[in-house]
């Protein structure tokens, strides 16, 4: 009999266990019991679905299917993601609370040493405080001031076009790739000054465009955004794949900076469809680093920050 009851303690308390794991730390949960938590399991969804090799599922579907009926219940729930439980909100109130009690922080804060951190850096998006303010200071103007026309941005729009109509007759047409160009072409032209042929017909594709897209592969892979202790030592020894990620995004920032302030560059010019005024942008970045204001670094970060545009096209 003894067996038994010590047989069924250790079950229980094993269970106990497995369910402290996967759910919220009490110092979390316990001021705020009415908050209700999305299983683990839907974290780590898009990661048991390519193990067993099914297609993924979007993001709309995801949300609607195991988000969206927690936090209509009251604007808030407890999520897994990058390691560490996060309070994810939908309702305005809560929104501007969140927004005037704390502060901002990237992906270097929240998760250092992984490879997305190293993406993105510490920039003008991520920052705040007196760092935010040194960024501004510098990205402010340019980015803030409209164009004086509209001919690079509707360069970019007309190249898109012509790709389109180039593959009719043609059994499909893979929209994220052509959307990531154009993305990356209207950038180059409108704040850069640049035109680096992203929407051309070439084939291969630019070498910047093939080299972001192997970024993109190898960094958002669900297993190591919900892990992402194991990008540090010594786990990253078990999974040399990070260190090719990481490699990748060496890579890209290197033909990033070359490409912007080569001698190579091509620069927009009338026959490109803009002016010939070199960037601002890229003049007052490259003055604050020869001037000491900024660091190598930082000037890298902030170009990165401003090339990751793909999410604000999504909508077209």
């Not at 640049?194 to 892979?221: C, M, R, W, Y």
């Not at 990033?256 to 007052?284: C, F, H, M, N, P």
């Not at 020869?290 to 990165?304: A, L, P, S």
Request: net charge positive.
């Amino acid at each position: 009999m003894w067996i038994i009851s010590t047989l069924l303690l250790l079950i229980s308390y094993l269970a106990w266990s497995i369910q402290v794991l996967l759910s919220p730390p009490l110092r979390l949960t316990r001021p705020n019991p009415q908050v209700p938590t999305i299983p683990i399991w839907v974290s780590l969804l898009p990661l048991f679905r390519r193990w067993f090799g099914l297609p993924p599922l979007g993001q709309d579907l995801l949300y609607q299917r195991y988000l969206s009926p927690r936090l209509e219940r009251i604007g808030a729930a407890w999520i897994f993601f990058g390691g560490r439980w996060n309070l994810l909100v939908n309702d305005p109130e809560a929104i501007k609370q969140v927004l005037n009690r704390f502060e901002k922080s990237g992906n270097h804060i929240k998760i250092p040493n992984s490879v997305i951190a190293r993406l993105t850096g510490s920039n003008i998006i991520s920052e705040n405080g007196q760092k935010w303010k040194k960024f501004r200071k510098v990205l402010g103007r340019p980015i803030s001031s409209p164009p004086s026309d509209l001919v690079d941005f509707q360069t970019s729009v007309d190249n898109l076009f012509q790709r389109i109509d180039r593959s009719k007759g043609k059994d499909s047409l893979l929209v994220n790739p052509l959307l990531q160009r154009y993305s990356m072409d209207t950038l180059c032209r409108v704040l850069f000054r640049v035109d680096l042929g992203f929407l051309s017909d070439e084939s291969p594709p630019p070498e910047l465009h093939a080299t972001h897209t192997l970024v993109k592969q190898n960094i958002f892979d669900p297993f190591f955004l919900s892990f992402p202790m194991l990008d540090e030592e010594p786990w990253v020894k078990l999974f040399p794949q990070r260190r090719r990620a990481r490699s990748y995004v060496d890579r890209l920032e290197t033909q990033l900076v070359k490409a912007l302030t080569g001698k190579d560059r091509g620069e927009v010019s009338e026959g490109t469809g803009g002016s010939s005024q070199k960037s601002i942008l890229l003049e007052e970045m490259s003055r604050a680093v020869m001037e000491g204001r900024w660091t190598r670094r930082e000037f890298i970060d902030n170009v990165k920050s401003e090339k990751n545009p793909y999410s604000r096209h999504i909508p077209l």
